[in-house]
């Protein structure tokens, strides 16, 4: 919802994106309206522009009637301009192209606060997908550390590779919680939080060990413990209802 404050437009904290073939893109009349521009001028940019932003892809233009839900701020009326049925040409952007756009406006308040909505929802999508796949919270953290090590390994005169690491890492996690391969994604939400809860604590423990100048045996094994730790005690709070 947005607010007025001092006169000046306010954009919402949350901007909601649209899923084209996989991929997470902002609708031009949003950015319009959290900037407090006139959206054709907008899309005109857009248009002038062109090549600079298919520098990032392909941009996607759409058209459909105007409808209240994207009202003309910069008219101070928020039921100014309808026209119903008349239709309205907007791009859906990606995330880089989003951001070339707001290059290419002022550095005004606005345009300040709406990066960092869209930051924040180009974030969400990712994370949302991760986690769609299996892929939860604090995984990819996790597997920084998991190549450090692997990294000790090789400096101690391992010859083990890399990606075996990390599939014990997973393996670890996965025992630890009784989850049968490729099954993340089927997790009751309550043990999906725990998973996570493990995840950034086993990253946290791997850093550390690391940052202590452990070898890769005595780092691997603090972190086997801690989680071994973790997972028994998460696992006996849960209700039934909750463990599968």
Same mark, same amino acid.
């Given at each position: 919802?947005?607010?007025?404050?001092?006169?000046?437009?306010?954009?919402? /904290?949350?901007? =909601?994106?649209?899923?084209?073939?996989?991929?997470?893109? *902002?609708?031009?009349?949003?950015?319009?309206?959290?900037?407090?521009?006139?959206?054709?001028? !907008?899309? @005109?940019? *857009?248009?002038?522009?062109?090549?600079?932003?298919?520098?990032?892809?392909? !941009?996607?233009?759409?058209?459909?009637?105007?409808?209240?839900?994207? &009202?003309?701020?910069?008219?101070?009326?928020?039921? #100014?301009? %309808?026209?119903?049925? +008349? &239709?309205?040409?907007?791009?859906?952007? /990606?995330?880089?192209?989003?951001?070339?756009?707001? %290059?290419?406006?002022?550095?005004?308040?606005? #345009?300040?606060?709406?990066?960092?909505?869209?930051?924040?929802?180009?974030?969400?999508?990712?994370?949302?997908?991760? *986690?769609?796949?299996?892929?939860?919270?604090?995984?990819?953290?996790?597997?920084?550390? *998991?190549?450090?090590?692997?990294? +000790?390994?090789?400096?101690?005169?391992? %010859? %083990?590779?890399?990606?075996?690491?990390?599939?014990?890492?997973? +393996?670890?996690?996965?025992?630890?919680?009784?989850?049968?391969?490729?099954?993340?994604?089927?997790?009751?939400?309550?043990?999906? !939080?725990?998973?996570?809860?493990?995840?950034?604590? #086993?990253? =946290?423990?791997?850093? /550390?060990?690391?940052? =202590?100048?452990?070898?890769?045996?005595? #780092?691997?094994?603090?972190? @086997?413990?801690?989680?071994?730790?973790?997972?028994?005690?998460?696992?006996?709070?849960?209700?039934?209802?909750? !463990?599968?």
């Amino acid at each position: 919802m947005n607010s007025a404050k001092g006169g000046l437009l306010m954009p919402s /904290n949350i901007i =909601e994106l649209n899923a084209i073939k996989g991929e997470a893109r *902002v609708d031009s009349r949003l950015i319009a309206r959290d900037l407090g521009n006139q959206h054709d001028s !907008v899309v @005109k940019l *857009v248009e002038d522009y062109r090549s600079d932003f298919e520098e990032f892809g392909i !941009v996607c233009f759409q058209s459909q009637p105007k409808a209240d839900d994207f &009202p003309d701020f910069k008219s101070g009326n928020s039921r #100014a301009k %309808t026209r119903r049925g +008349r &239709p309205e040409r907007f791009a859906l952007l /990606n995330e880089d192209q989003a951001y070339l756009l707001l %290059t290419y406006s002022r550095n005004t308040p606005e #345009a300040r606060r709406l990066k960092i909505s869209l930051v924040k929802a180009f974030s969400r999508f990712r994370e949302g997908k991760q *986690v769609a796949a299996g892929y939860l919270p604090f995984y990819h953290a996790l597997h920084d550390e *998991v190549g450090n090590l692997a990294m +000790r390994a090789r400096l101690a005169g391992s %010859t %083990t590779p890399e990606e075996h690491f990390h599939s014990n890492m997973n +393996r670890l996690l996965n025992k630890a919680f009784g989850v049968e391969l490729g099954a993340r994604a089927g997790l009751s939400p309550m043990r999906k !939080v725990l998973l996570s809860g493990a995840q950034a604590l #086993a990253a =946290e423990t791997l850093g /550390n060990a690391l940052a =202590e100048g452990l070898g890769h045996r005595e #780092a691997y094994a603090r972190v @086997k413990a801690a989680v071994e730790r973790y997972a028994a005690g998460g696992l006996a709070s849960l209700p039934p209802s909750a !463990v599968h």
